[in-house]
Antibody
Framework: QVQLQESGPGLVKPSQTLSLTCTVS??????????WSWIRQPAGKGLEWIGRIYTSGSTKYIPSLKSRVTISVDTSKNQFSLKLFSVTAADTAVYYCAREGPGMGLFDYWGQGTLVTVSS | QSVLTQPPSASGTPGQRVTISCSGSSSNIGTNYVYWYQQLPGMAPKLLIYGKNQRPSGVPDRFSGSKSGTSASLAISGLRSEDEADYYCATWDDSLSGPVVFGGGTKLTVL
């Protein structure tokens, strides 16, 4: 059974870097037929796709966040990570990691989500 | 403002059939598959519909999806109280360098 679990600080100060890791179990992240994505959801609002990484290391980000985000993968730990730089209160949200594919936008397994609050 | 437009709310009584619409454009819904997700309160979204009206294992056949031109719809027949949730459509957009785009979500209330 495929499971994803987000981890990382729940509180980040403005202008600092938000760092989250997603640990995948029950499936090898390097199997090569899936993408690995991050999605966020501000309280009471809709879903926003942040970006994805393929096991080759190639990435794709939403244009509005492209200058502030990096997604990386560690196949040895079966993990992938999100870094969002220079955060503001607008980045406060529940962050989900998800397995994507074979179609773009097809998220078949999700983590439970982790709330990250940006506040001093 | 979401790239895909959904009504903010919908409602129905138990046993009824309800539909939720998702409107886009030729660069997203018009050329790509549309996926539907159900999000129960406090939970992560769950994939409901993918491909050409396919359902993952465990999703009842009361849920069905369709697409016509630049719009898509999710239909729920035999409405049940446990269907009360937020529903999101999603696809990817060729004109925006291919990001995944979501609708704003529709809150379904079972009266």
């Amino acid at each position: 059974q495929v499971q994803l679990q987000e981890s990382g600080p729940g509180l980040v100060k403005p202008s600092q870097t938000l760092s989250l890791t997603c640990t995948v179990s029950g499936y090898s992240i390097s199997s090569g037929i899936s993408y690995w994505s991050w999605i966020r959801q501000p309280a009471g609002k809709g879903l926003e796709w942040i970006g994805r990484i393929y096991t080759s290391g190639s990435t794709k980000y939403i244009p509005s966040l492209k200058s502030r985000v990096t997604i990386s993968v560690d196949t040895s730990k079966n993990q992938f990570s999100l870094k969002l730089f220079s955060v503001t209160a607008a980045d406060t949200a529940v962050y989900y990691c998800a397995r994507e594919g074979p179609g773009m936008g097809l998220f078949d397994y999700w983590g439970q989500g982790t709330l990250v609050t940006v506040s001093s | 403002q979401s790239v895909l437009t959904q009504p903010p709310s919908a409602s129905g009584t138990p046993g009824q059939r309800v539909t939720i619409s998702c409107s886009g454009s030729s660069s997203n819904i018009g050329t790509n598959y549309v996926y539907w997700y159900q999000q129960l309160p406090g939970m992560a979204p769950k994939l409901l519909i993918y491909g050409k009206n396919q359902r993952p294992s465990g999703v009842p056949d009361r849920f069905s999806g369709s697409k016509s031109g630049t719009s898509a719809s999710l239909a729920i027949s035999g409405l049940r109280s446990e269907d009360e949730a937020d529903y999101y459509c999603a696809t990817w957009d060729d004109s925006l360098s291919g990001p995944v785009v979501f609708g704003g979500g529709t809150k379904l209330t079972v009266l």
